[in-house]
Nanobody, 131 residues
Framework: QIQLVESGGGSVQAGGSLRLSCTTS????????MAWFRQTPGKEREGVAA?????????RYADSVKGRFTIYKDNAKNILYLQMSNLTPGDSAMYYC???????????????????????WGKGTQVTISS
């Protein structure tokens, strides 16, 4: 049974940092396609960062977070991370971890844009940034 559990959200001031975690089980994490999406009330879920079976070189980011967020995997622990720095109120949202357990390469861009849809999702962790 595939499970994704996000943690690490919270409330911080603008300019601060947070690290989100997505603890996974039930599939081969090391070769999976993984991504972070976020959603605010009344808006569609948007891709933040994605990584596929090519590993760190495959990481892709939304323009709004480039240079501030880093997505990475700890394959020994089966945990996906999102390191977020220089946070702004515009980053406030519910953050979701998504997964495709099939080994795929070269898809991070399409995952980020939503063209390639992930089937498995966690329940989210709330991030609130105050000015």
């Amino acid at each position: 049974q595939i499970q994704l559990v996000e943690s690490g959200g919270g409330s911080v001031q603008a300019g601060g940092s947070l690290r989100l975690s997505c603890t996974t089980s039930g599939f081969d994490f090391s070769t999976s396609v993984m991504a972070w999406f976020r959603q605010t009330p009344g808006k569609e879920r948007e891709g933040v960062a994605a990584i596929d079976a090519d590993g760190p070189i495959s990481a892709r980011y939304a323009d709004s977070v480039k240079g501030r967020f880093t997505i990475y995997k700890d394959n020994a622990k089966n945990i996906l991370y999102l390191q977020m720095s220089n946070l702004t109120p515009g980053d406030s949202a519910m953050y979701y971890c998504g997964a495709d357990p099939v080994r795929r390469r070269g898809v991070a861009d399409t995952v980020l844009t939503g063209l390639f849809k992930l089937f498995y999702w966690g329940k989210g962790t709330q991030v609130t940034i105050s000015s």
